[in-house]
C-alpha cells in the first residue's frame, strides 16, 4: 500500500489543522490507520489510531481532547484535524497502516509509511 500525507503547514499556537493520508493499493477500510509524528531531536511516536470500522479511536493523552482521526472508506483517505495547536506540536507527521488492531500504539507494529508532512507551530 502506498500513503501520501499532505496537509502541513506553518500555523500559530491556538491555530487549527487538518492533514490527510491518501491511500491506495490496498482497501482502506479493512486497515487500522494511525498518525505518528516525529519532533526534531526525537523519537517518533504515536500520536492516534483508528479501527477498520472507524467505530474506535485512539488517541496519545498529549492530543487527546485537541485532535481527532477520522477516516473516509469511500476515498480512502484518513484525517487528522489539529484544533488548539502548541508549539510542542510541532513535528513531521506520518500517517501508517496495519492489517489488524493489536499494539496499534507501537511504531513497529505498522508495515505501510508515508512520507510525512511537516507541522511547524509557532507561540
Known amino acids: 500500500v502506498q500513503l501520501q500525507a499532505s496537509g502541513g503547514g506553518l500555523v500559530q499556537a491556538g491555530d487549527s489543522l487538518r492533514l490527510s493520508c491518501a491511500a491506495s493499493g490496498r482497501i482502506v477500510s479493512s486497515t487500522t490507520m494511525g498518525w505518528f509524528r516525529q519532533a526534531p531531536g526525537k523519537e517518533r511516536e504515536f500520536v492516534a489510531a483508528?479501527?477498520?470500522?472507524?467505530?474506535?479511536?485512539y488517541y496519545s493523552d498529549s492530543v487527546k481532547g485537541r485532535f481527532t482521526i477520522s477516516r473516509d472508506n469511500a476515498k480512502n483517505t484518513v484525517d487528522l484535524q489539529m484544533n488548539s495547536l502548541k508549539p510542542e506540536d510541532t513535528a513531521v507527521y506520518y500517517c501508517?497502516?496495519?492489517?489488524?488492531?493489536?499494539?496499534?500504539?507501537?511504531?513497529?507494529?505498522?508495515?505501510?509509511w508515508g512520507q510525512g508532512t511537516l507541522v511547524t507551530v509557532s507561540s
Open positions: 501508517a497502516a496495519k492489517e489488524n488492531t493489536y499494539y496499534y500504539w507501537t511504531i513497529s507494529a505498522y508495515d505501510s
Open positions: 483508528i479501527w477498520p470500522g472507524g467505530g474506535m479511536a
